[in-house]
């Protein structure tokens, strides 16, 4: 009797540790390598490290069949789209990586704790990319709003029913000339645009160009950059040293060629028309190549008398009239810009500055900032 008791304890212990146990054959099988899809999709992923939109993104899961590294596709998108120090802006960066729809349910929202059985759910707004800050370059709706004039000029003129304070929109051009600028008190006055002397010549830059360029930012104005024509330079020279000094930013206005004669310049070159027109074209349409912007054309009576009637209809013109209308100093020409004093004050400025008026009203002009072509009637 105690014989076949102990044999039947040996066996009841064997089988409990059977029951416990791996055997070899399931210890040794590996997963399988077949799949149903291109994606593995594991049925209940742990999330190892997560990060906002601002910062790398790592997704791994682990599956029962082993653990899963899911990358990304190819970036979809360009320059234009990523905003510095973010990762769409790190191209060749192992752990940067744009949005994808391989990891549209972790970028940017973090998984919930989900049961096992639960497939993750696919956040709709998590396949949108990030929206872009807002900035001056935003569309023209989202513009900073329009700052009513309230200038004072030291050589007032009476322009009658055509007065200048009957547009919405003023602003300035300015130079070393004025000096250290307020820009922030220009603003409050009624600036809502400036042109910056950036370049004259094939060799000469403004001192003050790239102090009044970030000043005007700042300060909210849209800002734009114009060049001095020198006659006695050619004009791909004068081109390129105009882009080689002026940045290309989205948000900036067109870039602006100031042709006149200079009684006070060491060039007393004055070319034929025909050369004239010739330069002028040559210049613009290197601008335009680089800037995607058609550049404006700023002029003085004498010059487009002798030069400019009749030119150029597809471009705009900023022109200089500080004794009377644009319309009686230049028939028949379409005008966007209209310089009307030169004299002006501001507390912002030291001395006078030259005030000028966009041609259009205040709709009109966010319409134009936003991409919209316009030559305004010469009335």
């Known amino acids: ?185 220009l603003r409050a006055q009624g600036a809502n645009f400036a042109y910056i002397k950036a370049t004259d010549g094939g060799d000469h830059l403004d001192p003050m160009f790239m102090r009044n360029w970030r000043g005007a930012d700042a300060a909210g104005l849209k800002r734009g950059a114009y060049h001095f024509f020198y006659w006695c330079r050619t004009a791909g020279e004068q081109a390129d040293w105009f882009i080689r000094n002026v940045p290309k930013v989205d948000g900036a206005l067109p870039p602006v060629i100031d042709v006149e004669w200079n009684g006070d310049s060491s060039c007393r070159r004055r070319p034929s028309r025909e050369k004239v027109l010739e330069k002028m074209q040559v210049f613009m349409d290197k601008l335009e190549r680089h800037y995607g912007q058609r550049p404006i054309i700023y002029t003085s009576p004498d010059f487009y008398r002798d030069n400019l009637r009749g030119a150029f209809p597809d471009y705009a013109f900023w022109l200089r009239a500080v004794a009377a209308h644009p319309s009686k100093v230049y028939p028949g020409r379409k005008w966007l810009f209209w310089q009307y004093s030169g004299s002006g004050l501001s507390h912002g400025v030291r001395g006078r500055v030259d005030l000028n008026v966009f041609h259009g009203d205040e709709r009109q002009w966010r319409a134009w900032l936003g991409g919209g072509q316009m030559v305004a009637d010469a009335d």
């Open 1 to 185: 009797m105690r014989i076949p008791s102990v044999v039947s304890f040996v066996l009841a212990a064997l089988c409990l540790a059977g029951c416990s146990s791996t055997s070899g054959v399931d210890a040794l099988q590996m997963p399988s390598s077949e799949t149903t899809s291109s994606v593995v999709r594991p049925s209940a992923p742990v999330t190892k490290a997560v990060r906002t939109v601002d910062t790398e993104t790592t997704v791994e899961a682990a599956s029962m069949s082993g653990a899963a590294r899911i990358k990304p596709p190819a970036p979809l998108l360009d320059e234009d789209n990523a905003r510095p120090g973010d990762e769409n802006s790190r191209a060749g960066d192992e752990n940067s990586r744009p949005f994808g729809l391989a990891e549209e349910e972790t970028v940017a929202f973090p998984a919930p704790n989900l049961p096992d059985s639960a497939e993750p759910p696919v956040e709709a707004a998590a396949l949108v990319s990030p929206p872009k800050r807002l900035s001056r370059a935003a569309p023209a709706m989202l513009a900073s709003p329009v700052t009513r004039y309230a200038f004072r000029d030291a050589k007032p003129i009476n322009f009658g029913r055509s007065s200048p304070r009957h547009l919405a929109v003023h602003g300035v051009d300015v130079s070393r000339w004025q000096g250290d600028i307020s820009w922030g008190k």
